[in-house]
């Protein structure tokens, strides 16, 4: 009995020495860096990384910068393979059209912001900014209306094709920053409550593009945490005003992309 008591406890003691130590290999192997396999950027101007400069040639219109967090997490890792895609200007459509060719079983990695221009971002930022306070609450309103009714269905059919072409890669999805401090350093431009709702519209398609992401299981990142305490008016914005050329306004600066997209998308990858 004592012979069978001392090899039942041996026995528990192997099998508990077991588990801890296939335990640690699979926290090893969940926690190893993404790097190890592809990795694959999309999106729109702000993982494109317009704003910040330090543009790729061969990128033509799509001003894909050096200094965008994709570029910057890339060279930081060296991932086994490195497709950088995002394109100003995109649209969920552009996506699905011209994006998503370097995505299959070997990637790992995926990083994309997507569905302001679907919005119509930059022509409500146009009225704001040239038509005044009522033109501007009323394309800001039409823009959240599109947000809340529309939108949640092109980016399901973007993050549906992602999870399709690579279904093993974790996606992060990146929002956008607020663009305004209320009550800051700015004594012209746009009235605090043109500003206040151009905020409030950031908030909407945050909210929106975080529960589709979570619905196909992928991590969204919130990028107001960094950015808080630089937006315009803060007297320290890592996001251009009205600037020429006027594709780069309202978009982040190098510092922007470095200190504000990066930390974020570094943790949530």
């Known amino acids: 009995m004592r012979l069978s008591r001392v090899a039942k406890a041996t026995s528990a003691l192997f099998a508990a020495m077991a588990l801890v130590l296939t335990g640690a290999s ?4 969940a926690e190893r860096p993404l790097a190890a396999t592809g990795y694959v950027a999309l999106g729109d101007s702000y993982s494109a990384g317009v704003g910040a400069g330090s543009y790729d040639s061969a990128s033509g219109s799509c001003k894909r910068s050096t200094k965008s967090y994709p570029a910057l ?29 370097p995505l299959d079983s070997s990637t790992g990695l995926v990083s994309i912001s997507i569905g302001g221009n679907d919005a119509g971002f930059a022509d409500t930022m146009t ?14 309103s039409k823009a959240v209306a599109y947000v809340d009714n529309t939108l949640p269905g092109q980016l399901d059919g973007v993050y549906s ?8 890669a974790h996606v992060v999805v990146l929002g956008y920053p607020h663009f305004y401090k209320i009550g800051g350093s700015c004594v ?24 589709r992401a979570a619905n196909h299981g992928f991590a969204f990142a ?16 890592w996001l251009h005003s009205v600037t020429v050329p006027i594709d780069e306004s309202y978009h982040p600066t190098a510092t922007g992309q470095s200190s504000g997209y990066l930390p974020v998308f570094r943790s949530a990858a």
């Open 222 to 237: 919130d990028v107001n945490s960094t950015f808080s305490g630089h937006e315009l008016c803060s007297g320290s914005a």
């Open 26 to 29: 699979a926290a090893t192997a």
């Open 127 to 140: 009225t704001c900014a040239l038509q005044g306070e009522s033109a501007c609450l009323t394309a800001v």
């Open 188 to 211: 012209a431009g746009l009235s605090d409550k043109s500003r206040a709702a151009i905020n409030g519209a950031a908030d909407e398609i945050n909210s929106v593009t975080a529960k």
């Open 73 to 101: 997490w890339a060279a930081a890792n060296s991932p086994a393979s490195f497709h950088f895609t995002a394109c100003s200007g995109a649209k969920t459509g552009d996506v699905l059209g011209g994006q998503l060719a």
């Open 161 to 168: 094709a992602i999870s399709q072409k690579s279904p093993s």
